[in-house]
Structure formats: C-alpha cells, structure tokens
C-alpha cells in the first residue's frame, strides 16, 4: 500500500468487523477511516493543506489529493492556486473550482496513527448513535425485553441487545429491586437524541404499559375487537381500565379477564401484584362514572359536563368502599373518567338539597317580601332565581296550585321592583370600581359579571382585549398526576368557551387589536386555500 503500512486487505477486513459489531454501514466505516487518513496527512504536509483521502473498498488501496482552491489572487498557497496556474492543468478551470493535485505516499508516525484511531473511534461512535436513535424513534410506545446492566443511584441501566436504556426511579414499580442480570420487560415512553447519544427511557408505571400488556395477553383487544379506551395506574397498588367491545357478542370484561382470571392475572403478576379493575366503558359520562366506581353501589348522580365535575350519592355503608383506602378508589375513578367526583352519602345530600331549599325560600322571601309557605312553593316547583319568575310565561305561575291571575301578576312586579332595586345597586358599584361605560354596555355581558369583572381588575376594553379564554372560563390541569381546578373569573356564570373568545374578540376589535377585515380572514379560508383544498379533493 502507498500511503499506510498496514496491509491493504487488512485495512478492509477492520472496516468489515467494525460494521458487523457496532451494526452499521460499512460505508460509514471506511469514509471514518479517509478521514482520519486527511488529518493525518494535514499534520504533516500542514494543517492549512485541504487534504483528501480515498480508499477503494474493495481492494484497500488509499490515494491523497490536496485540493486548491482557484482565485483571482493568492492569500495561502497551501490552499490556493490562480486561473493562470490552474488553466494549465486543467483548461476548463474557473474561478472558484477545486484542482487537485496527487500526494506522494506518507508514512505515519506514531501520533498521527494515534490521532487517526481517535477520529475513526469518534465517528464510528457516531454512527453507532444515529443508528440508534434511527432504530428506536418509532418504537415508542412498544414493550421491549430487556437484562439489567447496572443500577446507578436507583436507575436501572437496561441492556436491549443493540443499544441501552434507562429506567429511571420514578418510572419504577414501588418495592421492586433489580440486580445485574436480572430480565426485565418495560414501555418505551421516550426517545430523545442528546449530545452523549441517544437516550431511551423506559417506563413500568406509566398506563399504556398496562394497555400494552393487555395487547399481549388478549387476542380481542390485539386484534381490535375490544378496545381499551382509558386506563388510570397507581403504579403497584392498584389500577383501572375501561374497555368497550366492537362486537356485541363478545364481552369486554370477561374477555379481558379470561377463564378463571388466567389474563388479567398475567398482567397482575408481570406488575408484581398490582389490582386491576376492569369497568365497562360507555359513551354515557353518568354510566361510566358510576361503573368506574366499582365495586361501590351509586344510587343518584348529577353530571356537570361544562365544569367536568360530577356530583355522586352513595348509601351510608358504601361511603369508604367508594372513597377507597386513602381516597384510592375515587381518585383513580377521577383519572379514569376525567371528571371530579364528589362523593357524598344519601343523607349528605339530603342535607345538601334541604339546604338550597332554605336558601332559596329566604331570597324568594326577602325579594319578593312574601311568607315561607309560598316561597316554599315556588321552590318546590323548580324556581331558583329572581330573574325566573320576573321574566317566565305567567301561565306558569298560575298553572302552580293557590297562584290565581292576580297572585302570579303581583309576583312578577315585585320580582321586576327587585331587580331594578339591584342593577341600580350594581351599576353604582361598577362606576365606584371604574369599569368603563364600553365594558358595562357589551353585548353578553349582565352587571353582575361586569361587576365581577372590575372587582378583578378587567375595567377597560383594554383589560378585557388582554384576557385568554381560559382567563374567564377556568382551566384544568394535572398536577402530580392529579387533576386540579383553577376558577376562571366568570365562572360563576357558567360562560362556555366559545361566548368568552366572543366577548374577548369584540374587545380586541373595539379596542383597535384587530380590525373586521382580520377577524373575517381568521373565519374564512382563503381563495388560495380553498383552490387547493379542491385540488388535494
């Protein structure tokens, strides 16, 4: 060989071992090496010399070029040579073109040799990761087999054959020791391409492990017949699944249970004894609910859908087994379903209802400065507000047994005297808070929310423009895996999403954010959009 003392044939042979072990191309391998074989050159016919290096991988030949650069004016003759000089070997030379000019054979010493292994170890690590992380950023989401390498400050170093992973502390199942060697099965929740290469997390606490277990252990929900449509883990402890089939003859819980229990106790002993209830799904939230919290009796339930909260009645005796050891049961009935659950016994709720009933028969009472007996009366009937009886049908309130004509026309001119009485109360609130006239006047908006406004501090249209939905709505969010509810200003009120972006884009308007001709381009899509809409149809 000419420019290695090493053995042509040898050289191939490496470059063939290194690919077979480390699982990459062997191109990578031998462009590794013509690098490394460039740098060493540099070192000795100068660092500011643009060497190249080729080998053949087929014979292991290796040739050096030095490649100049063609310019109008030399600044490094190590790199560069003029038009002149560069017509003169190749006629076609232009300005900018590379010439090249073979090197003679080199020997390399010690150091350069040194230096040449390092880079070649260098890109070949390279290599190894892209491999890598190409090999494993589409398996998230699977279960992966796996032996213990080591145990670094409570994360477990997992070996999968190709590359290694790391199960970290808090993705680990409470009471579980792993030791070198040990086999472990695991989901890859994440796969991220970092500086020291590719890192692959893996999780055994995390709910789709459970979902993915179930995949191995069921043919039906492997082949999509029954689906698996929420899952809530205390990871060791206990968990939940809801699950539906697609096919009516077959059922989801018995199928995933399996005869005599031999599925789910696969799954069980996989997670080293964590209970599993298995609840039917259904589209009904009140259903679901109340079959999330098995093995609890519920006799009433009263669904809030705008808030996600729902209100559920137990017997007396069933109060604990709902709530579960430490709030357990209906805690992870809460992740199940996505609703907060309130559980309160019959005679809690009973004590609940007689209490609104007061409540209400006291303002009916002072509003309308008539006796408890037909205060009670018009609570019984469903009446909760001042507003409903100023502003319903008077049929309605004449259809109510001991209300006659005049009895129900008297109701409402107090009820009207009523709210008068406090909208000018309101409105002289509003002015001592400052919110603006613009503000008090916008459409979708009583005094009661206005006031409710200014008292924090949403007083101008400004303010108001400045507001995020969720701002006037409330939001909610997990918190340590929990769901946690923060209360939006008019809450209250019951606004939905779509009314608060409404009001807070009549704002940006009033206020000069935006003008009518961008609100319509936000509505309507433009020409050019829909021309290609037309086309992709």
């Known amino acids: 060989m000419t420019a290695v003392s090493a053995n042509r044939l040898e050289l191939i042979q490496i470059a063939d071992a290194v690919a077979r072990e480390k699982s990459i191309d062997k191109s990578l391998v031998i462009e590794a090496m013509e690098d ?46 003029t ?9 076609a030379a232009n300005i900018g073109d590379f ?29 190894e990761r892209d491999r890598q992380y190409d090999d494993f950023k589409d398996r ?15 994360h477990v170093i997992v070996d999968l054959g190709k590359a290694e992973a790391v199960i970290r502390r808090d993705q680990q199942l409470p009471r579980e020791a792993y030791r070198n060697g040990d086999r472990v099965r695991a989901y890859i929740m994440d796969v991220r391409r970092e500086p020291r290469g590719p890192q692959i997390f893996l999780s055994r606490s995390h709910p789709q492990f459970m979902a993915k277990l179930f995949e191995q252990e069921v043919p039906e929900v492997y ?8 899952v809530a883990r205390d990871p060791g402890s206990r968990a939940k699944i809801g699950v539906m089939s697609h096919d009516s003859s077959i059922d989801p819980v018995g199928a995933c249970v399996g005869m005599r229990g031999s599925r789910v106790q696969a799954v069980v002993n996989e997670l080293g004894g964590e209970k599993i209830d298995i609840v039917p799904w259904s589209p009904d939230s009140a259903t679901f609910v109340v079959n999330a919290l098995a093995p609890a009796e519920v006799t009433k339930v009263v669904l809030d859908e705008e ?37 309160m016994t019959e005679e809690e709720e009973s004590a609940k209802r007689q209490e609104e009933f007061k409540q209400r028969s006291e303002l009916f009472m002072k509003a309308l400065d008539v006796d408890d007996m037909m205060a009670g009366l018009l609570v019984s009937e469903g009446f909760a507000k001042i507003e409903e009886i100023a502003y319903v049908e008077l049929e309605e309130l004449t259809d109510i047994d001991g209300i006659d004509e005049e009895t129900a026309q008297e109701l409402q001119a107090r009820a009207n005297d009523y709210l008068e009485e406090e909208a000018k109360k309101l409105d002289a609130r509003r002015v001592e808070l400052g919110v603006s006239d613009d503000v008090a006047n916008m459409e979708g908006l009583d005094l009661k929310m206005v006031v409710t406004l200014g008292e924090n501090g949403v007083k101008t249209m400004e303010d108001l423009a400045g507001c995020a939905t969720d701002d ?66």
Request: no cysteine; net charge negative.
């Open 36 to 81: 490394a074989l460039a740098r060493a050159a540099r070192s000795r016919y100068g660092h500011e010399t643009n060497v190249k290096a080729e080998i053949n991988p087929k014979t292991g030949e290796t040739k050096l070029w030095r490649l100049l650069e063609v310019v109008e004016e030399i600044e490094n003759d190590s790199a560069q040579i």
């Open 140 to 154: 998230m989401g699977e279960i992966v087999n796996g032996i213990v390498k080591r145990v670094e400050y409570g």
């Open 223 to 230: 082949d999509k017949v029954i689906e698996i449509k929420a």
């Open 307 to 343: 808030s996600e909260r729902i209100e559920v009645v137990v017997p007396d005796e069933q109060l604990s087994l709902a709530i579960g050891r430490r709030g357990q049961n209906v805690r992870l009935a809460s992740q199940l379903t996505g609703f907060e659950i309130d559980i």
């Open 83 to 91: 038009l002149e000089d560069a017509r003169h070997k190749n006629p």
């Open 472 to 537: 006037l709505t409330g939001w909610t969010e997990r918190v340590d895996g929990e769901r946690k509810h923060y209360d939006g200003i008019l809450e209250a009120y019951k606004i939905s999403p779509e009314e608060a972006e409404d009001l807070i884009m009549r704002a940006r308007l009033a206020a000069g954010w935006v003008t009518e001709e961008d609100l319509r381009k936000d509505e309507t899509p433009s020409e050019e959009a829909e021309a290609e809409a037309d086309a992709g149809a």
């Open 99 to 127: 010439i090249s000019e073979p090197l003679p054979p080199i020997d390399f010493g010690r150091v350069a040799a040194m230096a040449a292994k390092q880079v070649i170890t260098q890109k070949v690590r390279e290599a």
